[in-house]
T-cell receptor, first 107, second 114 residues
Framework: GQQVMQIPQYQHVQEGEDFTTYCNSS?????IQWYKQRPGGHPVFLIQ?????EVKKQKRLTFQFGEAKKNSSLHITATQTTDVGTYFC???????FGAGTRLTVKP | EAGVAQSPRYKIIEKRQSVAFWCNPI?????LYWYQQILGQGPKLLIQ????????DSQLPKDRFSAERLKGVDSTLKIQPAKLEDSAVYLC????????????FGPGTRLTVT
């Protein structure tokens, strides 16, 4: 079945540094969704990518979908303490979530 | 707009006991999902409903887990009998339609099996 791998598992940055998490699938995805889960909270939808090579931006967040629709990335520019949490990708073929990347930010 | 409601928020049971969780999705959302999230892991899809029909239950341990959405609105997830490894947060989510729609998650039920 579809496997979605995320790297890195953890990332600790100084406030103001950039952060990137990567999502890789063993199969071609119809689309991919990204979610953020704050400590003790529930996943909150960030964005969905559908088209090959698609790039979307939300303020300091940039999301990319690979040309082959097998990988995706989330890049945060100039992290803030409010960015703390775990970022998950989910392949929408059958909603299999990656293990997530846990981001901590040192003020 | 009210969000996805779940109850109870916390539950502690002994192994071999049974437990049930309830979810009320956002009004008008046809698709409902149940996920199991073990500490430190991503949510694992247990079952997906489209209205009152099952779309995907391939990862549901059917020997002990069951779920229903009889009227196509709220849903219950049951575990009988519970095992220690069932300790997790059980998340319910809903979306307008399946597939390409964003999911709205409820606060979850934290289950501890002792």
């Amino acid at each position: 079945g579809q496997q979605v791998m995320q790297i890195p598992q953890y990332q600790h940055v100084q406030e103001g540094e950039d952060f990137t998490t990567y999502c890789n699938s063993s199969t071609t995805l119809s689309n991919i969704q990204w979610y953020k889960q704050r400590p003790g909270g529930h996943p909150v939808f960030l964005i969905q990518l559908v088209k090959s090579g698609e790039v979307k931006k939300q303020k300091r967040l940039t999301f990319q979908f690979g040309e082959a629709k097998k990988n995706s990335s989330l890049h945060i520019t100039a992290t803030q303490t409010t960015d703390v949490g775990t970022y998950f990708c989910a392949g929408n073929n059958d909603m299999r979530f990656g293990a997530g990347t846990r981001l901590t930010v040192k003020p | 707009e009210a969000g996805v409601a779940q109850s109870p928020r916390y539950k502690i049971i002994e192994k071999r006991q049974s437990v049930a969780f309830w979810c009320n999705p956002i009004s008008g959302h046809a698709t409902l999902y149940w996920y199991q999230q073990i500490l430190g892991q991503g949510p694992k899809l247990l079952i997906q409903f489209q209205n009152n029909g099952v779309v995907d239950d391939s990862q549901l341990p059917k020997d002990r887990f069951s779920a229903e959405r009889l009227k196509g609105v709220d849903s219950t997830l049951k575990i009988q009998p519970a095992k220690l490894e069932d300790s997790a947060v059980y998340l319910c989510a809903s979306s307008l339609v399946g597939g390409l729609a964003e999911q709205y998650f409820g606060p979850g039920t934290r289950l501890t099996v002792t």
